[in-house]
Antibody
Framework: EMQLLESGGGLVQPGGSLRLSCAAS????????MSWVRQAPGKGLEWVSG????????YYADSVKGRFTISRDNSKNTLYLQMDSLRAEDTAVYYC???????????????WGQGTLVTVSS | QSALTQPASVSGSPGQSITISCTGT?????????VSWYQQHPGKAPKLMIY???NRPSGVSNRFSGSKSVNAASLTISGLQAEDEADYYC???????????FGTGTKVTVL
């Protein structure tokens, strides 16, 4: 069974940093593009960042460009999101997401993790 | 880089059909067939319902169907059931440095 399990969320002060991890299982991790998607409380979905299967290509939403860094370790079947210079508006549930069949870019999200809550507040 | 536009809410009675629209541009919905639809119940992760405009993943009811015309896509739910009450989001690949975008979301209410 395919599964994604996020960890690393929590409470952080404005300007602080946090690193999210996502452990994947049940599929060939390196064969799929992966993404992070967030959802602020009571709001809609926002695609945050994506990475190709081999890790060579990365993509970011304008709202996080220059502050967040996506990476992956295919030997550990793990996806990461390093979040720096965090702001109150980054408060959200962050979902790890597996593409349906794309290896380079995101085409459709087949599998979602359960989400991890990041709260940015003093 | 705006989100795709969806109506805030759509409602229908059990057994009826409803359609949710998703309006994009020639840089996303209009130029690619990578349009998807997701269902999200409160407190749960989204679930893929339609991919590549009109394809259903295994296990998704055939009451759900998708289509596209020019720069707009649509999701139709036929034979509406109480369990269909949820938020629905469209999405599309786009030719941009930010290559993926979601719609604004539509709350479906079963009367």
């Amino acid at each position: 069974e395919m599964q994604l399990l996020e960890s690393g969320g929590g409470l952080v002060q404005p300007g602080g940093s946090l690193r999210l991890s996502c452990a994947a299982s049940g599929f060939t991790f390196s064969s799929y593009a992966m993404s992070w998607v967030r959802q602020a409380p009571g709001k809609g979905l926002e695609w945050v960042s994506g990475i190709s299967g081999g890790g060579e290509s990365t993509y970011y939403a304008d709202s996080v460009k220059g502050r967040f860094t996506i990476s992956r370790d295919n030997s550990k079947n793990t996806l990461y999101l390093q979040m720096d210079s965090l702001r109150a508006e980054d408060t959200a549930v962050y979902y790890c997401a597996k593409d349906l069949y794309g290896i380079v870019v995101v085409t459709s999200i087949q599998l979602w993790g359960q989400g991890t809550l990041v709260t940015v507040s003093s | 880089q705006s989100a795709l536009t969806q109506p805030a809410s759509v409602s229908g009675s059990p057994g009826q059909s409803i359609t949710i629209s998703c309006t994009g541009t020639s840089s996303d919905v209009g130029d690619y067939n990578y349009v998807s639809w997701y269902q999200q119940h409160p407190g749960k992760a989204p679930k893929l319902m339609i991919y590549d405009v009109n394809n259903r993943p295994s296990g998704v009811s055939n009451r759900f169907s998708g289509s596209k015309s020019v720069n707009a896509a649509s999701l139709t739910i036929s034979g509406l059931q109480a369990e269909d009450e949820a938020d629905y989001y469209c999405s599309s690949y786009r030719s941009s440095s930010t290559p993926y975008v979601f719609g604004t979301g539509t709350k479906v209410t079963v009367l």
